[in-house]
């Protein structure tokens, strides 16, 4: 379903939202799965989307049992659900500025490589990563930000001097059911779990 959600920030300040999604357990030491231990523990990158994806897609990002789809309007997580076609979560600013200039920033020294097929014309190599993707004036005078805290996706709405807050809003379509924990967290119910938004931090630089 689609809901939205209205964030009552007041002053000009760095609105950071952190997106947690629940994560299955690492693998033992001891166990045939212990090689992935490592894969959990690299830090988010986002790639530069070349061709290996849609290309309405501007960066995506791997995460465990999810991929993150970066477009001009909307965020997309896919997650690996039981669910037999999987769980499909958007993410859309309200009124939001529709072709902001999405830019990758800090860029990592890692490159992704995909070959694909015996076809060289399919294969998409050296592409560059980075650790965060800036939108620029999604709303007058706010920038959006997504990065990664390890292996958490989290985002922030920088909001300049004189900027409107108040004019953020998100439309959220893929969950089943919105509620708020006692710790202020928001809580998506999904097919087969929960995703959650934690309580926004607000700051000044």
Do not use: C
Not at 74 to 93: C, F, I, N, S, Y
Request: aromatic share 8%.
């Amino acid at each position: 379903g689609r809901r939205a959600l209205r964030l009552p920030v007041r002053w000009p300040i760095l609105l950071s939202v952190m997106t947690a999604v629940l994560l299955p357990p690492v693998a033992s030491a001891d166990s045939p799965d212990a090689g992935l231990k490592a894969l959990h523990n690299l830090p988010l990158i986002f790639e530069a989307n070349t061709g290996q994806t849609d290309p309405a897609v501007k960066f995506l990002s791997r995460g465990s049992g999810y991929t993150l789809f970066l477009t001009p309007t909307e965020a997309v997580l896919a997650l690996a659900t039981d669910h037999p076609q999987g769980t499909v979560l958007r993410m859309k600013l309200v009124g939001a500025n529709r072709r902001p200039r999405v830019s990758g920033a800090e860029e990592l020294p890692g490159k992704v490589n995909y070959f694909i097929g015996a076809d060289p014309k399919r294969w998409r190599t050296n592409i560059p990563t980075y650790a965060k993707v800036r939108y620029e004036s999604v709303y007058p005078g706010v920038d959006l930000v997504y990065y990664g805290d390890g292996r958490q996706l989290e985002y922030d709405f920088v909001v300049a001097p004189g900027a409107d807050p108040k004019a953020i809003t998100l439309a959220l379509e893929g969950t089943d059911k919105l509620e708020v924990d006692a710790a202020g967290d928001l809580l998506l119910k999904i097919p087969g779990g929960e995703i959650r938004l934690k309580k926004p931090l607000i700051y000044q630089e």
